[in-house]
């Protein structure tokens, strides 16, 4: 106990806020609603050659199949049973996905959802995505198996059954969220169930999780759940090896459940930077990227070691959750790649890429009326194959946002900066900001309505270097800018307010 409060007050990594990267890689991509098979070949062909350190897959677990509205993207939220057969294809191929994933160094976060299973009126019968029989008004989950014993109903106090209120923490614990059938995790049984169910994946070769609705859950009940977990697979980690855990628990301040009551679990979920962030780039409410001077715990977010951050998520994205309209999405694509360039260039937290599919948005009145809508599919709802046109984006309305130049060059960036300290800050009081990594890497920002033209201190090696914001390194060639560092590391820059993308990055490795 003593070296675990040491360890948080020194904000040294624990055990589950590690999420065990490899080759010196920095970044999750959540390759949202994506099948498990085009998973695997993108590992392959894609984020292991880009330096991506590992994906968020969609739960894997059997769930509801809706109609009404037609196949939405949240019923994968509605478990009906911890079997492995979902909307992204089959357990065969969820394990072959984990095994190609890891042989290639890119680990798999898998996002559990264990606060509930489907919705109290999510009805009788065997539409569920493996094909189990349930009966939601019983609360009868008989592949799992669940009866009305392990739920919560009989500790909810409120008239309705649901979370009526968010400043009274039993509520939010006890009651459902949504109509979702809340589990008893006090239960040493559902615990258990849980715990399997995580298990078989952890044994799979999976490196950790993202836990679903968190706030939702007793601390006490994550940590009972968390103390059954195994270690890592040794085939790809080092033994003793703890899976990773970050937690959702949307914390925007104003409530009584704040994100430090789980940080001690594991990593946490940093909504404030995803709708902050938003504001700054967006230039709300008087904010400036001046401002940013001071972003991580300055801004009163949680200890780096315990955050993971992210521009936006696949609830804010389309308005579900919370954070509001700040939040910025592949829709804006121009500062959507600022602000992710922002994030990557900045040492805070672990960070998330976000990465979309386009549906039909149709917003009346501030609210997004397709909010629901699925995954690319076919007539018979099952999800399409994402498909790679030849210039290396993506098709069929799969958005791709981790293929984009600018980002993955970004991804890269943040792998070549890892672990250096912000160096070298300069703004003009304004929208205009530059900071460097150490020695490694420097990054320009011009989000004013004006020119940037300025000399500033690099903090970099002298030499000729190539932007990899508007192209790239490739050979000893640049398809991009180029920028000109003199010896004492100063170096003339010149963006436009005008630009497609008004940044400039480089680092070490674009050095040509
Ligand atoms: C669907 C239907 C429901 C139906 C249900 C069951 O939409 O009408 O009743 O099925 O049949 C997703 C979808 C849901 C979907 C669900 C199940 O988003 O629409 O329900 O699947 O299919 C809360 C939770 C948070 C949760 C978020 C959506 O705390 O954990 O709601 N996110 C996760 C997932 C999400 C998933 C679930 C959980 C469920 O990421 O995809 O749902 O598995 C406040 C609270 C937040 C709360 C929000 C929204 O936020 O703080 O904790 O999030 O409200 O209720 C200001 C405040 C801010 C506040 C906000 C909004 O900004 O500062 O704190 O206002 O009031």
């Given at each position: 106990m003593g070296i675990f409060i040491l360890a948080l007050v020194l904000g040294v990594s624990l055990a589950q806020h590690?999420?065990?990267?490899?080759?010196?890689r920095t970044s999750i991509v959540?390759?949202?609603?994506?099948?498990w098979a085009d998973i695997a070949d993108e590992c392959e062909r894609y984020l292991a050659p880009n330096g991506f350190a590992g994906v968020q897959i969609s739960p894997p677990s059997e769930s509801i199949v809706l109609?009404?509205?037609?196949?939405?993207?949240?019923?994968?939220?509605?478990?009906?049973?911890?079997?492995?057969?979902s909307r992204s294809g089959t357990e065969k191929e969820l394990r072959d996905m984990v095994t190609r994933c890891n042989n290639v160094g890119v680990n798999i976060y898998v996002d559990a959802v264990i606060n509930h299973m489907c919705g109290?009126?999510?009805?009788?019968?065997?539409?569920s995505s493996c094909g189990s029989y349930f009966n939601s008004h019983k609360k009868d989950?008989?592949?799992?198996?669940?009866?009305?014993?392990?739920?919560?109903d009989g500790k909810c106090k409120t008239n309705s059954g649901?979370?009526?209120?968010?400043?009274?923490i039993f509520q939010v614990r006890d009651c459902r969220l949504v109509s979702l059938l809340d589990?008893?995790?006090?239960k040493d049984y559902v615990r258990d169930k849980v715990a399997e169910y995580m298990n078989t994946l952890i044994d799979m070769g999976v490196a950790g999780f993202r836990v679903?609705?968190?706030?939702?859950?007793w601390p006490g009940d994550l940590q009972a759940v968390s103390s059954r977990l195994h270690n890592l697979n040794t085939s790809w980690f080092p033994s003793n090896s703890k899976p990773f855990i970050y937690q959702e628990v949307i914390d925007?301040?104003?409530?009584?459940?704040?994100a430090s009551d789980y940080t001690g679990i594991g990593r946490v979920t940093e909504f404030k930077y995803s709708s902050k962030l938003g504001t700054v780039i967006r230039k709300?409410?008087?904010?400036?990227?001046?401002?940013?001077?001071?972003?991580g715990e300055g801004?009163?977010?949680?200890t780096s070691g315990n955050a993971l951050v992210f521009v936006d998520n696949h609830d804010n994205q389309r308005g579900?959750?919370?954070?509001?309209?700040?939040v910025i999405t592949f829709w804006d694509p121009r500062i959507y790649k600022m602000a992710t360039g922002f994030m990557l260039a900045h040492?805070?937290?672990v960070t998330r890429v976000m990465s979309s599919f386009r549906w039909n948005r149709h917003i009346v009145d501030g609210k997004?009326?397709?909010?629901w809508m699925g995954p690319p599919s076919y007539p018979d709802g099952s999800t399409k194959p994402v498909l790679i046109n030849p210039d290396t984006t993506c098709g069929?309305?799969?958005?791709?946002?981790?293929?984009w130049r600018q980002i993955r060059n970004m991804v890269i960036f943040r792998n070549v900066v890892n672990n250096q300290p912000i160096s070298h800050w300069w703004d003009n009081g304004s929208n205009q900001v530059a900071f460097g990594r150490g020695n490694r890497g420097f990054i320009v920002f011009n989000n004013d309505d004006r020119h940037l033209d300025m000399t500033l201190?690099?903090?970099?090696?002298g030499g000729t270097y190539c932007d990899i914001i508007s192209g790239q390194k490739e050979g000893s060639r640049c398809s991009g800018k180029q920028v000109t560092v003199d010896s004492d590391g100063r170096a003339h820059f010149n963006i436009s307010?005008?630009?497609?993308?008004p940044f400039i990055a480089i680092h070490v490795d674009s050095k040509l």
């Open positions: 590690d999420p065990h990267m490899k080759h010196g959540h390759l949202f609603e994506w099948r109609q009404n509205p037609w196949r939405p993207w949240y019923e994968r939220y509605q478990p009906i049973s911890y079997n492995l057969c109290a009126g999510g009805g009788e019968g065997k539409h989950f008989p592949a799992v198996p669940y009866s009305s014993w392990d739920f919560n649901e979370i009526e209120n968010y400043h009274d589990l008893n995790l006090q679903d609705a968190c706030k939702h859950m925007l301040g104003g409530e009584p459940i704040t709300w409410n008087g904010e400036k990227m001046a401002y940013l001077r001071t972003w801004w009163g977010f949680m579900h959750g919370a954070g509001g309209s700040s040492p805070y937290g997004d009326q397709n909010d069929d309305n799969w958005v791709c946002e981790h293929r201190n690099t903090g970099l090696p307010n005008m630009d497609e993308d």
